[in-house]
């Protein structure tokens, strides 16, 4: 009896010793998908082991893991990537996340330079996405001519519900002193790490001038980082649209700087195209923004939406092309009137393009696909609260990414090319901005950070609408955040992995102010009468 419990008690302890042999190798495994890794274009059936917040392994050997994703018939992906997405809240994060969306970002109106460290702090250990914000333009020009500066610049994109109330930010033409203070703030938060410059110059096309607007980029070019801008002549006809992308990115040239020509899916979209993925050709760091919908949206007092601009210059009728997305009418140019000036920041959706163009803009190379994602009210809401019960939002908000899937389902467009813009394309371009951060993301390979989606190609889709544009996408088996799993089978957990987007930031500024002195010692001979540097025009 003895020696058989020796003998039990040493074939235990060799079981016991040999238990860590067989346990999950890896966190999480994903075992069975279709791979597809656009940087390399692998594209085939594998499993993928993910460890430490980390792609460890790809490979077509059995592996097991803590958790397990069968994936059998189903995309996996790097998570999907957005550079222009202004809902930078707790419930916004979540109609992204079920979108699949793992990394958001804000490249036009982005956020108060003053204020870039207190917005990435909030965030931290709250946030199921990524997160990060460019330095905002507008937040610059609207501190310094406006007055505009209180604890409402910390909300980040959101913070334009408040200092659109009042118009100088995008009238009036700033003095020297002001240009001056307007790029001192704008360099404040490239110092603090903001990811680049968001402009929403087509907002502020009267107060903006042409030597504003390059002096802008300036600041940016020190940092080597992009400028993103919702152009000059948006909305506007298929000339002064693709006029309006030429002028920054003749700037970005001329700083050797990068730029995102934003939301570009508008009139002349062709030459665009053609002018951007030309420059690419070259070696030029300059790319662009589509997103999948026909109709956009904006603040009901946008400038372009003025009867001189939008009836008489492009011929449109508010009846046929200005919807409230809340009571789901169309405006009258009375009810356009009378809510302008209750109401001056209201949303409104837009319609401005034929829907055929909308599949076509998802098979251009060089591009992106963001969102333009916009609040939904109420904006503040915690991060569950019941999407049901949201309104007042674009429908791209919800559901760019499943619409992008499901338009490319529809019209056969090739998975890779739309892995390509949803994900990579955008983690390259900002990696080459030295954005360490997206050089770790937007592929699928070993050693890569996991920020992974994995999605039905048949049942993947949107289901907001221009009247319900809260309503999330559905088809999605799992998201992945940084090794975590944020989304499993349509269903929000509780998670909080998101980490910030940014660059280190820096000990001393790199702002130089402009003086007349300078720029007649810099640019001319001989002329010490030359006044035009910064200000608005003398007619010299």
Sequence with gaps: MKRRNILLSTIMSSLILAMPAFAADYDIAINGGRVIDPETNFDAVANVGV???????????QIKGNETIDAKGLVVAPGFID?????????????????????SMDFEMGCAGSYIDNWYKAREGVTGANYGCAVSHEFARAKVIDGSNGDYLKDGPIAALETRKKTGWSVTRPTLEQGNAILEEIDKGLQAGAVGIGSTVGYMREGVSSREMFEVQKVGARYGRATGAHTRYTLGTDTTEVNGAQELVSNALALNAPAIVLHFNNPGWRVTH???????A?????????YPYAAGSTPINASFLQPKSWVDDLGHRYEDTMLDPVTGKFYTLETYKSTVKSEPTRPIVVFKMPEEDQAKWLTLKGVTMASDATAAMPYDAAWDYPMEKLGGSHPRTAGARGATIRLGRDNNIPMMQLMSILSYNAAKHLGDTGLKFMQERGRIQQGKVADIVVFDPKLFKDNSTYEKGAIPSTGMK????????TVRDDALLPVFAGQPIRFEPEAKPRFEPISLEHWNNRFSTGMP????????????
């Design 51 to 61: 460890k430490n917040g980390r792609i460890v392994k790809i490979t077509n050997k």
């Design 83 to 103: 550079t222009h997405f202004h809902f930078q809240k707790p419930i916004g994060y979540s109609l992204g996340l079920r979108d699949g969306l793992t990394s």
């Design 274 to 280: 053609e002018m951007i993925t030309g420059l690419q």
């Design 282 to 290: 070259q070696g030029h760091n300059i790319w662009g923004e589509i």
């Design 478 to 485: 799992a998201v992945i955040v940084n090794g975590q799993v």
């Design 529 to 540: 009468d030359v006044t035009e540097a910064f200000p608005q025009s003398t007619g010299k």
